[in-house]
Nanobody, 117 residues
């Protein structure tokens, strides 16, 4: 049974920080590119961050570059998203995504992040 379970979401004030975590099971985690997406109400899904299977390369949306950091631990089958200097515009449901090929794509169910004063 493939599972991606996000955690770490919550309410935070502007300028604050949160650390999201995604725990994976049921597949060979180290073979997959991992990504974080987010979706706010009434908006489309947005790719936030990407990390390659070994963690050698990362990529970020321009809106979060310099503020967010994606990391992975293949020994623990986890991927994290450290979010600093949070803004109101960062409020969304954040989803963990795993992809090996077009035939092997998995999604978590999401964790809510709310940035509010």
């Amino acid at each position: 049974q493939v599972q991606l379970v996000e955690s770490g979401g919550g309410l935070v004030q502007p300028g604050g920080s949160l650390r999201l975590s995604c725990a994976a099971s049921g597949f060979t985690f180290s073979r997959y590119v991992m990504k974080w997406y987010r979706q706010a109400p009434g908006k489309g899904r947005e790719l936030v961050a990407t990390i390659t299977s070994t963690g050698a390369f990362t990529n970020y949306a321009n809106s979060v570059k310099g503020r967010f950091t994606i990391t992975r631990d293949n020994a623990k089958n986890t991927v994290t998203l450290q979010m600093n200097s949070l803004k109101f515009e960062d409020s969304a449901v954040y989803y963990c995504n795993a992809e090996e090929t077009w035939l092997h794509v998995y999604w978590g169910q999401g964790t809510q992040v709310t940035v509010s004063s």
